[in-house]
């Protein structure tokens, strides 16, 4: 109960975060990725925000022996750059310029109940079904 309070808690302050920032505003985000035409720097200051933040506050959590809700850290493993990753960081890329949207933005923007981040929503989770999908099948043969 205690973690999923935790999960909770941390969501909602990114949430808040990411609405407070912009970032659930298509123009805004297209305009940033716009660097030809009518570029809008102001996501510059979120994303340095963030860097700053997250170098500080992740040598300070490091330094505990464990998290505060398990009994151990949860880093990834794998450093190695593979073609999954490579294609993987450019579906994402275009989908944010086509879309307007990465998720976790997306998600929160489904408060709106606009169409827009729903359609966004709805593809995005079929594309991870069909991910899974392609991925079973070809461990599979």
């Known amino acids: 109960m205690k973690t999923s309070c935790a999960a909770f808690g941390v969501g909602l302050l990114f949430a808040l975060g990411l ?4 970032m659930t505003q298509v ?4 305009g940033f990725l716009d660097i030809f035409g009518h570029w809008q720097p102001a996501l510059i200051f979120v994303m340095g925000g963030a860097i700053v933040v ?3 506050a992740y040598r ?3 330094k505990q022996k464990a998290p505060l809700f398990d009994s151990r850290w949860h880093l990834p493993t794998h450093k190695d750059i593979s073609p999954s990753l490579i294609g993987g960081s450019l579906l994402f890329g275009i989908g944010w310029g086509l ?6 933005p997306a ?6 109940f606009q169409s827009r ?10 594309g991870m079904l069909l991910f ?3 991925s079973s099948f070809r461990r599979s043969t």
């Open 54 to 56: 997250h170098f500080i």
């Open 99 to 104: 879309g307007g949207f990465c998720p976790g």
């Open 60 to 62: 300070l959590i490091m």
């Open 132 to 134: 899974r999908a392609a």
């Open 27 to 30: 123009q805004k985000v297209v």
């Open 107 to 112: 998600v929160v923007s489904l408060a709106s």
């Open 117 to 126: 981040p729903w359609i966004f929503v709805v593809s995005m989770l079929a």
């Open 19 to 22: 609405g407070v920032s912009g």
